[in-house]
């Protein structure tokens, strides 16, 4: 390999690598975006079911209209959370997609390169290429949280529906 060849796969590798950072830093910027929306319909939801719950023991809500309005909030609750979190985690498979793009380039240029034969023949075999199960990476964690949240403050919105019948 040329000087002006490994300097050019140098450039490369370094590139790969800021590719990766880049798609990993949009996947933790979605989650905390993900994260900021639920807690503001949580916080919504719980305040509008509070003056529900407020207005019936207070008798100054009839009770088809606590109910109804009960049963509404619920609805759009769900369907707001549900399309939230099922669109962010859409969002964060395809930055994975491009992460594992870069990724493969990445450990490419250091084969290339040669990096890893001295760490090879110490019998060490660097983080970027030992087994992994795919299935257990931080991407997956991250869309296990969203959803685990997002049922959260669904079963928030259910239990306080419930509180709400209850009343009657």
């Given at each position: 390999?040329?000087?002006?060849?490994?300097d050019i796969?140098?450039?490369?590798?370094?590139?790969?690598?800021?590719?990766m950072r880049a798609?990993?830093?949009?996947e933790i910027f979605h989650k905390k975006d993900?994260?900021?929306?639920?807690k503001s319909i949580l916080t919504s939801t719980l305040a509008v079911y509070g003056g529900i719950i407020g207005?019936?023991?207070?008798?100054?809500?009839?009770q088809r209209a606590a109910l109804s309005t009960a049963f509404i909030i619920l609805f759009f609750t769900m369907t707001?959370?549900?399309g939230v979190v099922w669109s962010?985690?859409?969002k964060i498979d395809q930055d994975n997609k491009r992460y594992g793009k870069y990724q493969d380039e990445y450990k490419l240029e250091r084969l290339i390169l040669r990096l890893e034969e001295d760490m090879w023949?110490?019998?060490?075999?660097?983080?970027?290429?030992?087994?992994?199960?795919?299935?257990?990476?931080g991407y997956h964690y991250t869309k296990v949280i969203l959803r685990c949240f997002g049922w959260l403050v669904i079963g928030s919105a259910c239990i306080a529906t419930m509180l709400v019948w209850s009343l009657f």
């Open positions: 390999m040329t000087l002006a060849s490994e796969h140098k450039l490369n590798k370094r590139e790969a690598f800021d590719g798609y990993h830093q949009s993900c994260i900021d929306i639920l207005l019936a023991l207070s008798e100054k809500i009839q707001a959370v549900l962010t985690n859409k023949e110490r019998s060490y075999i660097s983080a970027w290429f030992e087994l992994k199960n795919p299935n257990k990476s």
